[in-house]
């Protein structure tokens, strides 16, 4: 599977932003997702991950009630929907698969995710 996030930007403290991800070929539903990023100088971290059938879902806890992990396997397609932001959110935001799944599982290692996007920037100001 090919991945293509979109979405990033500069947006100010406390606004909001949707990043997507595009996915090829005909078996996304296979594939168990997530959302990564990396600040500059830092490792690459999980911001939020989901299910083939985008039932389950976690959060870090950076994030957790300010950002929404969904999909939709019709568009093959994922999302993370954005509020609040804050300025530690300005990161490079990566979304990666996992193949062989199991149906009602998350990954949250980022060593079981073969597939990357090209990642998309997102930049907060304060």
């Known amino acids: 599977v090919q991945l293509q996030a979109s979405g990033g930007g500069l947006v100010q403290a406390g606004g909001s932003l949707r990043l997507s991800c595009a996915a090829s070929?005909?078996?996304?539903?296979?594939?168990?997702m997530g959302w990564f990023r990396q600040a500059p100088g830092k490792e690459r971290e999980l911001v939020a991950v989901?299910?083939?059938?985008?039932?389950?879902?976690y959060y870090a806890d950076s994030v957790k009630g300010r950002c929404t992990i969904s999909r939709d396997n019709a568009k093959n397609a994922m999302y993370l929907q954005m509020n609040n932001l804050k300025s530690d959110d300005t990161a490079v935001y990566y979304c990666?698969?996992?193949?062989?799944?199991?149906?009602?599982?998350?990954?949250?290692?980022?060593?079981?995710?073969?597939?990357w996007g090209q990642g998309t920037l997102v930049t907060v100001s304060s």
């Open positions: 990666a698969a996992r193949g062989n799944a199991i149906l009602s599982a998350y990954y949250l290692d980022l060593d079981r995710y073969a597939y």
């Open positions: 070929g005909p078996t996304f539903s296979r594939y168990a």
């Open positions: 989901i299910n083939r059938g985008g039932g389950n879902t």
